[in-house]
């Protein structure tokens, strides 16, 4: 990616970066994080059992449960008794709304969900 990126200038001969597609950047991040956590700790697996969170759903007609989204996170860290769901986005700005002094609300929710979700499902397996 580093090499497709960068190119030289005609009239000075120098070497520049061309901006670099956020979807790009967003992926090489998450497989950056993904791989830091694999070589870097041995407690935890990273996507043992994929990066699926369930709904809790129980009570919701089978016809309704076709109509929700599936809940995939970035990156889960999973041990005997813990697991850890991380969101990793990259923006260029990190922070957002009108006065771009706000996180980006979708990705809080985003979380939130996830964080619901996975709370739901061990307290009703308990």
Same mark, same amino acid.
């Given at each position: 990616? @580093?090499?497709?990126?960068? $190119? %030289?200038?005609? &009239? /000075?001969?120098?070497?520049? $970066?061309?901006? @670099?597609?956020?979807?790009?950047?967003?992926?090489? +991040?998450?497989? $950056?994080? =993904?791989? $830091?956590? !694999?070589?870097?700790? &041995?407690? +935890?697996? %990273? &996507?043992?059992?994929? *990066?699926?969170?369930?709904?809790?759903?129980?009570?919701?007609?089978?016809?309704?449960?076709?109509?929700?989204? *599936?809940?995939?996170?970035?990156? =889960?860290?999973?041990?005997?008794?813990? !697991?850890? @769901?991380?969101?990793?986005?990259?923006?260029?700005? /990190?922070?957002?709304?009108?006065?771009?002094?706000?996180?980006?609300?979708?990705?809080? +929710?985003?979380?939130?969900?996830?964080?619901?979700? !996975?709370?739901?499902?061990? %307290? /009703?397996? /308990?």
């Amino acid at each position: 990616m @580093i090499n497709e990126q960068l $190119f %030289v200038q005609e &009239n /000075s001969g120098k070497a520049k $970066f061309k901006d @670099i597609d956020e979807a790009k950047m967003g992926k090489l +991040y998450e497989d $950056f994080i =993904i791989e $830091f956590y !694999r070589r870097e700790q &041995n407690h +935890y697996q %990273v &996507n043992r059992n994929g *990066r699926g969170v369930n709904w809790m759903d129980s009570g919701t007609l089978e016809c309704h449960r076709s109509k929700l989204p *599936r809940m995939e996170a970035d990156v =889960i860290l999973e041990s005997a008794n813990r !697991r850890i @769901i991380m969101d990793a986005k990259f923006y260029k700005e /990190s922070l957002g709304g009108r006065n771009g002094g706000k996180l980006h609300s979708e990705n809080l +929710y985003q979380l939130l969900a996830y964080l619901r979700n !996975r709370e739901a499902t061990v %307290v /009703s397996a /308990s």
